[in-house]
């Protein structure tokens, strides 16, 4: 098996793409379809100062690899969730990567705050991904405006816009498939743009890019993941991706160039307001993130209360 | 072949060799969800592994939190 490219002996078979690459063809063309998503869908400048959400996991590391490689002028932002010790080796390695580059990292210990995802989750009922996913967004928007970072980027990946894609189509959520784009511009104030920079490259070459270029990232799933409706989605995408390759990126691809442009009229969902607790956006009275915190403080009141009876 | 793997941390042995792509079948996982690792070397799915192989099958799905 030859380098689609170069005719060296292939390490890495894209069947979505019907290509074979050896390592330095696929290093290449990774970092190519990366730095062509930024530009083509305006998602940042080199002069301008990127916050990247890393999680320690093989998409946010390499896709700090891959910004700061190019040239862009990137900070880390890590959250460290409090679940256990797959948080504590997860900021491990975030943070071994980030000294070993030589680049910027702000860390946020949740569990420090009182607020780590098992103990926010069980107080709430709520499963643990949602809440975890209100508790980052939060971080993430007001993080971002007060150090001045204009920009946000994430590492989400293909299969994970597949997966979401799918779930907002099977049950027709309008308004998210309205937002589900790889450039998301602020509409409030307190928001900032957020940007899908690995959006057209899938996980597997997203671990492969991480695993050449020896990142050492966490293999563990988080333990919360076991059972999310998102792996079950990613399951089934990834069945018919193996009967027909290249399904996801279709999927994806014809979405955005050709479902998501007429969606906004159909959507009717307003720009946010402005949360009368925290002061970032919210579609309500206060955010779902302090709606959120208030619900465990006073599950956490009521316990304690019930304790000392 | 002697076969790590991750993340579960499941040892598995398979007498024989085999190809990639049918090591991966037989421990169920669907083509371009896992990495087959040799040393510390990526190994293409249709090469061939032998019999006294030591190999990490490496999963690339994560997920969970939106």
Not at chain 1, 16 to 42: G, W, Y
Not at chain 1, 260 to 281: E, S
């Amino acid at each position: 098996m030859k380098c689609t490219r170069c005719k060296a002996p292939a390490q890495v078979q894209l069947r979505a793409h019907n290509a074979n690459f050896c390592r330095d063809c696929f290093l290449f063309i990774f970092q190519r379809q990366v730095e062509r998503a930024i530009e083509k869908e305006r998602m940042f400048r080199r002069d301008e100062p990127v916050l990247v959400a890393v999680s320690g996991g093989k998409d946010s590391l390499a896709l700090w690899e891959v910004l700061h490689g190019l040239g862009y002028q990137t900070t880390g932002l890590h959250l460290s969730l409090g679940i256990g010790s797959y948080s504590d080796v997860s900021t491990e390695k975030t943070a071994a990567f980030a000294a070993a580059n030589g680049l910027p990292l702000i860390t946020v210990r949740l569990a420090e705050a009182g607020m780590a995802v098992p103990e926010v989750a069980g107080l709430t009922r709520r499963p643990a991904c949602s809440a975890c996913g209100t508790m980052k967004r939060h971080y993430f928007d007001q993080l971002a405006i007060d150090r001045g970072f204009p920009v946000v980027a994430t590492g989400h990946n293909l299969d994970d816009e597949a997966a979401r894609l799918l779930g907002n189509v099977l049950h027709w959520q309008l308004p998210y498939l309205a937002r589900q784009k790889p450039v998301l511009e602020p509409t409030h104030p307190r928001f900032v743009r957020k940007v899908k920079p690995l959006f057209r490259v899938s996980e597997y070459e997203t671990a492969i890019y991480a695993f050449l270029k020896r990142i050492d990232y966490v293999v563990d799933e988080c333990p919360n993941a076991v059972g999310a409706t998102q792996l079950v989605y990613k399951e089934m995408l990834n069945r018919l991706e193996a009967a027909s390759p290249g399904s996801k990126l279709t999927f994806v691809q014809d979405f955005l160039s050709r479902a998501q442009p007429v969606l906004p009229a159909a959507t009717g969902d307003g720009p946010p307001q402005t949360c009368a607790q925290c002061g970032m956006p919210a579609f309500g009275e206060i955010c779902g993130y302090c709606r959120l915190m208030r619900e465990t403080e006073q599950k956490r009141e009521r316990r304690a209360a019930s304790g000392a009876a | 072949m002697r076969i790590t793997v991750l993340p579960r941390r499941q040892q598995v042995e398979i007498a024989g060799r085999r190809r990639a792509a049918d090591v991966l079948r037989e421990l169920g996982f669907l083509p371009g969800t896992a990495m087959v690792i040799r040393g510390d070397e990526l190994v293409p799915e249709s090469a061939m592994l032998e019999a006294d192989d030591d190999i990490e099958v490496r999963s690339v799905i994560s997920g969970g939190a939106p």
